[in-house]
């Protein structure tokens, strides 16, 4: 037996060597470099295609200028860079177009595989492969995928007071505000509608979901969809809990911690199986809903440098007292909970995601 505690201390001490060998190496690369984070969309501006996270400070339902992407960005450059060997500087680069796409796609096929250039990606962007192959040609796979900064939860908020219950949504025909007919929030309402049977009328042209709470309290909406639980601030929170507003659903795969009880996920509602896999597919990327990924590519060992970073950014006491003080909540997703959700998606079978294209591009009625 002291023989062999004699051995495993004689590895470990010769593994000291390896261990700082790779600590010097990987400090010597990151010394005195820059490492990007690519943003989807404009500085400050409401989110290209992406409503939900509206470019100025808006009252009830989001805090905040700048997307949410941007701003979720530019609190973690300013922490990351402490936690990576060399303490290299972080900076944010918006690079908008097509919902996020643009920056997607430069990260999957443009930026070079050396851990120095990154994304903070919309999640949905990593299923458009599927829905959209002729805008999106990369595979969401093969990213270096570093972890997220929260799991988003969607819902459906009614201000109207005879829509207290789900069943409200299929006996009685309910109207919803929406920004245009191929908008997330739109899309995520036509696929409820197709598959649990909901009763909706839509009404388009608001500028973003935020501009869409005054007609819903005039009566001219019942409500709207898409709404993340995430971009809630206290007012909103505080109106939800005395009733003002009504969330029916939750679109996440597992429930909102903050939500009320009794609130069914729509994967408690859904028939059947195959509805639950085209859930998936939709509304299942926003359990990683502030994604960083690095391009394909990336050095193992490199990405396992930035894996620990993050995790110990997402950690750092100093990090979430200014996350909190900004109202943005933090809900840690690992890398390899990101790569096996992945898995899953794009396992979906061929006739499932046909249909669930159907779906989501039909003119809503």
């Known amino acids: ?34 490492i990007r984070i690519l943003v989807g969309y404009a500085p400050g501006a409401t989110a290209d295609a992406d409503p939900r996270a509206p470019g100025r400070p808006s009252g009830l339902f989001f805090s905040g200028a700048g997307n949410g992407f941007e701003t979720y960005a530019r609190l973690l450059a300013r922490h990351l860079g402490r936690f990576i060997p060399g303490s290299p500087a972080v900076v944010v680069q918006n690079m908008p177009g097509l919902g996020g796409l643009r920056a997607a796609a430069y990260l999957a096929n443009e930026a070079p595989p050396d851990g120095l250039t990154l994304g903070l990606l ?9 829905l959209s192959p002729a805008t999106a040609s990369f595979d969401a796979r093969r990213f270096g995928w570093i972890g997220s900064l929260n799991r988003d939860v969607g819902t459906c908020a009614f201000w109207t007071s005879s829509i207290d219950r789900v069943e409200n949504l299929r006996n009685r025909k309910v109207t919803i505000g929406a920004t245009g007919p191929q908008g997330p929030a739109t899309i995520e309402a036509l696929v409820l509608q197709s598959l649990l049977g909901f009763d909706f ?9 935020a501009d869409i709470r005054q007609p819903a309290e005039s009566g001219e909406v019942d409500g709207f969809c898409g709404y ?10 505080t109106d939800i809990a005395q009733g003002k507003i009504r969330l029916l659903v939750q679109t996440g795969l597992e429930p909102h911690p903050w939500l009320p009880p009794g609130i069914p996920t729509i994967f408690d509602l859904a028939p059947n199986d195959e509805s639950r896999q085209i859930m998936k597919l939709v509304f299942g990327p926003w359990a990683f809903g502030k994604p960083l990924a690095g391009p394909p590519g990336v050095p193992r060992e490199r990405l396992d440098v930035l894996r620990e970073a993050l995790k110990a950014t997402l950690a750092d006491p100093s990090f979430l007292g200014e996350a909190a003080r900004g109202g943005l909540e933090i809900n ?34």
């Open 228 to 237: 993340l639980i995430a971009t809630m601030n206290d007012s909103a929170r």
């Open 332 to 365: 840690t997703v690992s890398p390899e909970r990101i790569d096996s959700l992945l898995a899953e998606i794009y396992a979906t079978p061929a006739p499932l995601i046909e249909r669930t294209r159907a779906i989501i591009t039909r003119m809503p009625n």
């Open 1 to 34: 037996m002291t023989r062999f505690f004699t051995c495993i201390a004689a590895c470990l001490l010769a593994a000291l060597p390896s261990l700082a060998s790779a600590q010097d190496k990987n400090a010597a690369f990151f010394a005195g470099k820059t």
């Open 201 to 209: 009328r839509y009404i388009m042209g608001y500028p973003s979901l």
């Open 122 to 130: 919309n999640p949905t962007n990593a299923t458009a492969p599927l």
